[in-house]
């Protein structure tokens, strides 16, 4: 299992809230593809996911706060 | 790697003209594939817009203060975008700059990104004898506290960025009195001509912004490369 967390964004931001989920729960997917698009103030910001698998966890909901490190989604190599 | 050796890498310049709103966000989706891809080198768009209205992530209809009903009657558009940021208006007279750029070139940190974006335009202002500032808390770049000349809203996927920076040269800034610039109630919008009360050559702006952009990213620019002019002839 591997987890997808918020990476560093920059200086001073220390959330970022969930735009869309570019995936659902049991899609498969590609490294590097996008799974979750992230907004701050004037950014959005799409995470990638780190390893090809399956989803098997979504932890947060559009329009959710997400901290700098906490885990995104689940994902099943 | 060396300060010099990064001056040696030269962006690639696209002057999209005057394009469609939509047209120029899918040149820039195909660009960040591309560039993600290792493909290109780093590429900015430099473009002017139709009339046309944008709402960001952060972003209501809200802060549309006419009818959508009404703007269609006039030819307006309304598009949602995925660029961060609330609503703005993009129209002949103002120059738009998408920079798609890997950032793991430069410094993975979105508000230094914004900050730079910022300071293109300064420069670009400055260049015409304009100050101008940043204010804390509001980004864009501002004339006075309550008067903004250029607007920022971008987007980064893999760390490669689209969406970018408008500053208003010769806008009409009627179009602005449709919205509340950037959901603020309180930000008044001004362009470059009206605080010259002079019209600005549009050719001789496009050459002062990229050589802004240059400077702050302390870059050179070349010429359209020929991967770059079967790019822009599809366009």
Not at chain 2, 172 to 179: K, S, T
Request: with cysteine; glycine share 10%.
């Amino acid at each position: 299992m591997a987890n997808v967390t918020l990476p560093e964004l920059g200086e001073g931001i220390k959330s970022a809230v969930v735009s869309f989920w570019h995936v659902d729960k049991e899609n498969r997917v590609g490294e590097g593809d996008d799974i979750v698009e992230m907004a701050t103030d004037k950014a959005t910001f799409n995470v990638p996911s780190p390893v090809a698998g399956t989803i098997r966890e979504i932890m947060f909901q559009e329009g959710d706060t997400v901290q700098v490190g906490d885990t995104l989604a689940v994902i099943e190599e | 790697m060396t300060e010099a050796a990064r001056q040696k890498e030269l962006f690639n310049i696209i002057d999209a003209g005057m394009i469609e709103y939509s047209k120029a966000y899918g040149l820039q989706r195909e660009l960040v594939w591309k560039r993600k891809l290792g493909l290109i080198r780093d590429t900015i768009i430099l473009a002017e817009h139709k009339p046309v209205f944008t709402i960001g992530r952060r972003g209501s209809k809200s802060n549309l203060l006419v009818r959508e009903g009404w703007l269609k009657d006039r030819g307006l558009e309304l598009v949602r975008t995925d660029r961060g940021g609330d609503i703005t208006f993009h129209g002949p007279g103002q120059l738009v700059l998408y920079p798609v750029i890997d950032l793991a070139g430069f410094e993975k940190d979105l508000h230094l990104y914004i900050r730079n974006l910022e300071g293109v335009i300064i420069g670009f202002l400055l260049s015409y004898g304009v100050s101008s500032m940043r204010i804390s808390g509001a980004t864009g770049v501002w004339i006075e506290s309550d008067t903004k000349i250029g607007s920022i809203g971008i987007g980064v996927t893999r760390w490669v960025t689209y969406h970018g920076l408008s500053v208003n040269v010769n806008t009409p800034l009627e179009y602005y009195d449709m919205i509340n610039s950037c959901g603020l109630e309180s930000c008044k919008m001004t362009s470059l001509s009206s605080v010259l009360e002079n019209y600005v050559n549009i050719l001789e702006a496009k050459e002062r912004l990229i050589q802004s952009f240059f400077e702050i990213f302390k870059r050179y620019g070349t010429t359209i490369s020929s991967m770059d002019k079967k790019e822009a002839h599809l366009l």
